[in-house]
T-cell receptor, first 113, second 111 residues
Framework: DQQVKQNSPSLSVQEGRISILNCDYTNSMFDYFLWYKKYPAEGPTFLIS?????DKNEDGRFTVFLNKSAKHLSLHIVPSQPGDSAVYFCAASEPYNNNDMRFGAGTRLTVKP | DTAVSQTPKYLVTQMGNDKSIKCEQNLGHDTMYWYKQDSKKFLKIMFS???????INETVPNRFSPKSPDKAHLNLHINSLELGDSAVYFC??????????FGSGTQLSVL
């Protein structure tokens, strides 16, 4: 059962514009959410996270929004840069089972110059 | 300095063979993991080790066995390889279990 879903396998945006990557989850016990970024032939690297007690977390050009009632989170990248082109994974974990982090299938972002 | 390193990066082998993938972390983390990225690109947890104790084992065939000689190493041994084992395997480590650090992956191809 896929408890974390990223329904868009790919997204293409123009440099300088906003990129919005979406993620939905089904497990209401999740209390911590992360985004990872992955370049080809490399492992995923941590990008940004958010706890369920917040609805927004910002780090430079990256902002994650959490809508608990909709079980939905999104990653905004503004402005998008060609170096942001990568696969982005959404992940989530429960408070008392936080060694079992669940991942979505990823969204491939392409930022065109 | 690579924080989490795994070898080999590519592994091509025949069905029925036994193979191992090695993983080492120099971050001083207490917990190490093995994830499998399947053909649908989902990252699924296989094992985690905390202070040499297995604390998660998802529905992984017993042909897969994690071996941890010490806190900095978690190797993955696979017996009797099958075609369906072809995937990318990622090692990871964490201290807080809220943030994982991944190796660069091992692409396993079973012919």
């Amino acid at each position: 059962d896929q408890q974390v879903k990223q329904n868009s396998p790919s997204l293409s945006v123009q440099e300088g514009r906003i990129s919005i990557l979406n993620c939905d989850y089904t497990n209401s016990m999740f209390d911590y959410f992360l985004w990872y970024k992955k370049y080809p032939a490399e492992g995923p690297t941590f990008l940004i996270s958010i706890s369920s007690i917040k609805d927004k977390n910002e780090d430079g050009r990256f902002t994650v929004f959490l809508n608990k009632s909709a079980k939905h989170l999104s990653l905004h990248i503004v402005p998008s840069q060609p170096g942001d082109s990568a696969v982005y994974f959404c992940a989530a974990s429960e408070p008392y089972n936080n060694n079992d982090m669940r991942f979505g299938a990823g969204t491939r972002l392409t930022v065109k110059p | 300095d690579t924080a989490v390193s795994q070898t080999p990066k590519y592994l091509v082998t025949q069905m029925g063979n036994d193979k191992s993938i090695k993983c080492e972390q120099n971050l001083g983390h207490d917990t190490m993991y093995w994830y499998k990225q399947d053909s649908k690109k989902f990252l699924k947890i296989m094992f985690s080790y905390n202070n040499k104790e297995l604390i998660i084992n998802e529905t992984v065939p017993n042909r897969f066995s994690p071996k941890s000689p010490d806190k900095a190493h978690l190797n993955l041994h696979i017996n009797s390889l099958e075609l369906g084992d072809s995937a990318v395997y990622f090692c990871a480590s964490s201290q807080s279990a809220r943030k994982l650090f991944f190796g660069s992956g091992t692409q396993l191809s079973v012919l």
